[in-house]
């Protein structure tokens, strides 16, 4: 049976117009919108009680029905929400949207597969996707308590992690479009009452996916805590702030963050805090994207250095409570939003951030479905005659001519104005294959200033101090490359030998546990 539903705003303009409405006995409209503001602020305990109640009084009603098509669909019972909007009709835009984000949902997940932890319900494809399991447990049990304890929020039911294995699928389940996520960067959500993310095996050379799935979580807690209420500036500012703080590590300003915030600042040039809306990863260019997490994180350091560590719990124990952001703000920090932008502008200024010419956010790069096609990694250099010199170094190199591959390489490095994490990569492997060790170290450890989590870098400090038999050196720069991308099988295969010669028999089990996955 086919019911009319209506839309939330055509629910909210007859609550308003209904001339001499009694708001002591609420109406079925009334109580549904009542369960449309418990979804929007994630109180599904709440809102499953009055769904229930109404559906046991009106079990005709449209209205009661897609209510709690959505609680089950922010419960992740996609099936199930699917099989209660049959019930539903077409009536309205509100409607049919919500439908479209069902059906597809549904489709983007039906393959995954289940898996609990303590705190955390984790779902993913079967196949090479489960090598992501060990380190995701151990992300997200450790942000539980670190972040539980830092913003005085423990979430009573299990959080929800969806990873999907590419950016297809991702497009499809998220607001975000395809050319959203190549231009900003952006591979993880949180949103719908759980956690969105791509594989970083979807990606040439995976991501710092660990500290992206401890940085959505910071969004769960403060949406959870706050009951929604939060402006997304801050949502944003204190989830970066916060993102490393699961591995006891409170530097979360990187190279390329410091820099554009440096130069930006010099040349009074901002993102202001309401061309973020609705979210970050809209912004035109990775640039304005980095920008913007580098102010608003930054303002949150600010705040917390002059307020202290109570300072967000009791903001955000405000807000749940119904006070205008902007009032509680004011008696908080003790001055309007203006006014403490201009003093952080201030103190920022004082900070003396570095700047390094030459660096400038990385793409991330996502696998060629189409293996026939090979890959150019010339785009991140700066002119046409650094692409044409590192070109003709992958020549030379492909035959063998190793020294003329060096000569062309460096040549390239310097014709290049901006660092190239792959041009040294480039170079330096090849002095690694030429036994020039000494060499290659000091390029790869320069380009690791710059760019921490590039997961070559990684893999090649870690193979020059395998073969120098520097082993906790290359155990640590082994086991950070397999973080960031656990798809790439050498570095399983080094690390199984590692642990050999180091007679970690627990370890070496693991990583062959690890690398059997990816067959």
């Known amino acids: 049976m086919t019911i009319r539903t209506k839309t939330l705003f055509i629910l909210l303009l007859l609550i308003l117009s209904t001339p001499g409405t009694s708001f002591s006995k609420p109406t079925l409209t009334q109580k549904v919108f009542i369960g449309y503001e418990l979804t929007q602020d994630w109180d599904l305990l709440a809102a499953e009680k009055l769904s229930k109640s109404l559906l046991k009084e009106h079990p ?32 309205f835009k509100e409607v049919s949207d919500f439908k479209k984000r069902v059906k597809d949902t549904r489709m983007a997940s039906k393959n995954f597969v289940s898996l609990e932890t303590e705190h955390f319900h984790l779902r993913y494809e079967e196949g090479p996707d489960e090598v992501l399991i060990h380190y995701a447990k151990e992300v997200l049990e450790k942000s539980y308590h670190a972040l539980g304890k830092i913003l005085e929020y423990y ?22 479009t395809i050319e959203d996520i190549l231009t900003s960067g952006t591979v993880a959500l949180c949103k719908y009452n759980r956690i969105m993310m791509i594989s970083p095996g979807s990606l040439v050379r995976g991501y710092n ?23 997304l500036w801050m949502h944003e500012g204190i989830a970066k702030l916060l993102e490393t703080r ?39 260019t990775a640039k304005d994207v980095q920008l913007a997490y580098a102010e608003v994180s930054t303002m949150m350091e600010y705040l917390l250095q002059k307020k202290g560590a109570k300072t967000l719990p009791l903001l955000l124990e405000d807000l749940a409570k119904g006070k205008k952001f902007e009032e509680s703000f004011i008696e908080i920090v003790g001055s309007d939003i203006s006014t403490f932008q201009n003093n952080w502008e201030i103190w920022a200024k004082n900070k003396e951030l570095k ?64 660092h190239s994490p792959i041009l040294f990569n480039k170079l330096a492997g090849t002095y690694i294959q030429t036994q020039k060790y000494d060499e290659a170290e000091l390029l790869l450890k320069e380009s690791l200033e710059y760019y921490s989590d590039f997961h070559t870098t990684l893999n090649n400090l870690g193979e020059i101090y395998f073969i120098s ?9 082994l086991e950070k490359a397999a973080r960031i991308n656990p798809f790439n099988p050498f570095t399983h295969v080094r690390l199984i030998e590692l642990y050999g010669r180091m007679k970690m028999d627990k370890e070496k089990k693991l990583q062959t546990q690890q690398l059997s996955l990816l067959d």
């Open 60 to 91: 005709e009603s449209g209205d009661a029905h897609f209510l709690n098509a959505r609680i089950e669909f922010l419960k992740g019972n996609y099936d199930h929400s699917w099989e209660i909007l049959k019930r539903v009709g077409n009536n």
């Open 155 to 176: 979430p009573k039911e299990k959080v929800l992690i969806e990873i999907y294995p590419d950016r297809q699928p991702f497009s499809k389940i998220s607001p975000l």
């Open 209 to 231: 996916w660990m500290d992206t799935l401890s940085h959505e979580y910071v969004h769960y807690i403060l949406t959870k805590k706050s009951r929604n209420r939060l402006p």
């Open 246 to 284: 699961w591995r006891d590590d409170p530097n979360y300003m990187s190279p390329i963050m410091e820099t554009i915030l440096s130069g930006a600042l010099k040349n009074d040039y901002r993102v202001p805090l309401e061309d973020m809306m609705p979210s970050l990863a809209k912004l035109k």
């Open 355 to 418: 700047y390094i010419p030459g660096i400038a956010p990385l793409t991330k790069e996502f696998k060629n479905k189409n293996s026939l096609k090979p890959e150019k990694d010339f785009k991140e250099m700066s002119t046409k005659r650094a692409q044409d010199l590192t070109f003709l170094g992958d020549i030379l190199k492909s035959r063998d001519h190793y020294a003329a591959a060096i000569l062309e390489y460096r040549k390239a490095k310097e014709e290049s104005t901006t």
């Open 469 to 477: 038999e520097q082993y906790d050196l290359a155990k640590k720069y």
